[in-house]
């Protein structure tokens, strides 16, 4: 009897779960039921091509379509700055996301979703395609995971007065908001729950998070119920009549400084022209390319003010968080070339114009010249180290800080030093977002993870996607985190988890490096950032 028993409970809960094919109203998408238990829906279309007149205008409505659409392929990505035509896999009309779920998943599962923001300065989309399955798997198969595009770059952070008159600024995050929107509206169909969505991001995709939630000066939105920010990312946040320089020389570099109308010019420019136009060039003043010119743009609606002042004003959403890096965030985007402490201020000036003489003098005494390495100029070390600092480090410490004076709900951070030997000969330390290897698990990124993670960093990977899955679910990462892991206490401007392979445990903000994020703090707003 017991037999028959489960043998109808499994039938009853196949004949729940939902069905590979989803009918979304203006739509239909086929996903595929894995054999891992996983089930996928992969390039869904979650707004209309932005071609044509859409091109630097907010994202629109995805357009009906009433054939059955089979989601087994990645939608194409957007185009990267400086990339060319053609790029390999990349398209203008790029506004797609993938959605996992478990197989046996109901409608009436409310599971709670990941929606992830990948990385690339906003220039580029550099965590493309990344598989949620062993994520899911490491939840229990308790959770959903979305992913998706925006425009970046030219096509995303294109910022003119142009633009404001007859387009839209921010559109980047305007297509992350959309997507949003779309899991708000049909998530419940995949087993999901709209009322329990966990930003998480890395790089360009955390510092989208900062933007979410000080988005409107702060203002209430159910688009999201808690977020992890990994290597949150605090470039220079120029106005938009900071930024129409880069307007001016795009137009001029395509022939539309012909016409009257500029802006339509650029609208109807074939997709080849206008690519192999957009590239970085100089901040006005500077001799040297940013490491990523375009950006979040001061547009007065969605982005009131630069990001230091909103949260030291206590203007964000308050949800749970957990904010963190990596020990060497600035390696891999200083030049291995660094000889001199001009070339160390020159280098920092490209990515952060606003900075004095004295502000130059004190990074120089802050971050005297360190470890050297082969084949690397005698100041590529503190160079990077003070450029991972400025623009990651010690904005994730301020952030947490002014979250944990405004917020009511719990504040987390963290400190990521998995060391891998290979990293560690080349100068690297332990760079920026190498935890999304242990995060997503290995084979589900699609960069190649340090061979250490393979063998002797392999146990670091159930560590972190256990308390990374337990936020997920909970909203907190201690409640369903790995057995016999160390408890994460709640930031209290001291105390983060420190992940080492077999020694993750609470450490302390060191004094010196508090001493130094102090007074990076002190000049952010002069930074613009």
Known sequence: MRRILVTLAASLELALAVDPLVDLGHTQYQ???LSNGVSQWLGMRFAAPPTGDLRFSAPADPPPNDTVQIANTHGPLCFSTGAGFPQSGHAEDCLFLDVYAPSHATTDSKLPVMFFIQGGGLNDLSNADYNGSQLIEAADFQMIVVTHNYRVGTFGFLA?????ANGSINNGFLDQRKALQWVQDNIEQFGGNPKHVVLSGDSAGAQSITVHLTAFGGSHTDLFHGVIAESQSFPPIFNVSGMQFAYDALVERTGCDNGSDTLACLRVLDIAT???ASI????PGRNGTPNFLYGAIVDGD????????????GQFVDVPSVFGDDTNEGTVFTPNNLNSTEDMNNFLLDNFPFLTEDDLSTIDANYPVADQFPDHGEFYFNAASAYGETRYICPGIFVSDSLLQYNTQPVWNYHYNVTDPTELEEGLGVPHTIEINAIWGLNSTTGTPPASYFTTNANIIPVIQGYWTSFIRTLDPNTLRADGTPRWTKYDSVHRILFETNNTRMEDIPRTQRQRCNFLARIAPSQQQ
């Open 160 to 164: 003119s007065a142009e633009i404001q």
């Open 302 to 313: 969605l982005i009131p003010d630069i990001p230091y002042n909103l949260f030291a004003q």
């Open 280 to 283: 970085a060039i100089p901040y």
């Open 31 to 33: 996903g595929i039921a």
């Open 274 to 276: 206008l690519q192999n």
